[in-house]
C-alpha cells in the first residue's frame, strides 16, 4: 500500500540501480529536447534564433538563424546574466529573470533558467517584446519539467 502523498520512497537495495525521477532526462536526450522546445518560438516572425547554453555557458540547443559564434554567444549570455544578477543582489531586488538588450535594428532577451543556464532570443523588433516573454516564459516551464533534479546534473 502506497504511504502518504509526499512520503519518502523506501531507499533502494545495496547494489540495485537508481532510478531517475520520471521527468529527468538523460544528459544525451538534453539537446534534443530543448531544440524541440525552442521550436515554438520559432514559429513567431519577430523572433529569429534562440540559443539554449548551460551553467558552464556550453551550448545545449540552437534554432533558428545561424548566429556569428554560438560558443562565444553561450558564454556571454551566461556572463551578463551572471553580472546582472550580482547586481541585482547589490541593489536589494531578488533573483533576475531575464535581461533586455536593445540594438538598432534588433533586441536581445537573456532569460536566466534558473541555476540550470541561460535563453538567448534574437527579437527583430522592441514591438514583438511582450509576445516573446511569454514564449519565453512557456519555454522556461518546459524546461525545467526535463531539468534533473541536482544542478550539477543539468549539464
Same mark, same amino acid.
Given at each position: 500500500?502506497?504511504?502518504?502523498?509526499?512520503?519518502?520512497?523506501? &531507499?533502494? $537495495?545495496? !547494489? &540495485?540501480?537508481?532510478?531517475?525521477?520520471?521527468? &529527468?532526462?538523460?544528459?544525451?536526450?538534453?539537446?534534443?529536447?530543448?531544440? +524541440?522546445?525552442? /521550436?515554438?518560438?520559432?514559429?513567431?516572425?519577430? *523572433?529569429?534564433?534562440?540559443?539554449?547554453?548551460? $551553467?558552464?555557458?556550453?551550448? @545545449?540547443? #540552437?534554432?533558428?538563424?545561424?548566429?556569428?559564434?554560438?560558443?562565444?554567444?553561450?558564454?556571454?549570455?551566461? =556572463?551578463?546574466?551572471?553580472?546582472?544578477?550580482?547586481?541585482?543582489?547589490?541593489? #536589494?531586488? #531578488? /533573483?533576475?529573470?531575464?535581461?533586455?538588450?536593445?540594438? /538598432? !535594428?534588433?533586441?536581445? @532577451? *537573456?532569460?536566466?533558467?534558473?541555476?540550470? #543556464?541561460?535563453?538567448?532570443?534574437? *527579437? +527583430?523588433?522592441?514591438?514583438?517584446?511582450?509576445?516573446?516573454?511569454?514564449?519565453?516564459?512557456?519555454?522556461? /516551464?518546459?524546461?525545467?519539467?526535463?531539468?534533473? =533534479?541536482?544542478?550539477?546534473?543539468?549539464?
Amino acid at each position: 500500500v502506497p504511504g502518504p502523498v509526499g512520503a519518502a520512497e523506501p &531507499a533502494p $537495495a545495496a !547494489g &540495485a540501480p537508481r532510478r531517475s525521477p520520471p521527468h &529527468a532526462l538523460a544528459a544525451a536526450d538534453r539537446p534534443a529536447a530543448l531544440a +524541440k522546445l525552442l /521550436e515554438p518560438l520559432l514559429e513567431n516572425a519577430a *523572433i529569429d534564433a534562440a540559443l539554449v547554453a548551460d $551553467a558552464r555557458g556550453a551550448v @545545449l540547443a #540552437g534554432a533558428g538563424r545561424r548566429l556569428a559564434d554560438n560558443a562565444t554567444l553561450a558564454v556571454f549570455s551566461r =556572463t551578463l546574466a551572471s553580472v546582472a544578477g550580482a547586481l541585482g543582489t547589490l541593489v #536589494g531586488v #531578488g /533573483e533576475l529573470g531575464s535581461v533586455h538588450l536593445e540594438y /538598432e !535594428g534588433q533586441n536581445l @532577451l *537573456i532569460t536566466r533558467l534558473a541555476d540550470r #543556464g541561460t535563453l538567448l532570443v534574437c *527579437i +527583430k523588433d522592441a514591438s514583438s517584446l511582450g509576445v516573446a516573454r511569454y514564449l519565453v516564459r512557456k519555454f522556461t /516551464e518546459g524546461e525545467a519539467a526535463l531539468a534533473p =533534479t541536482s544542478p550539477a546534473l543539468a549539464s
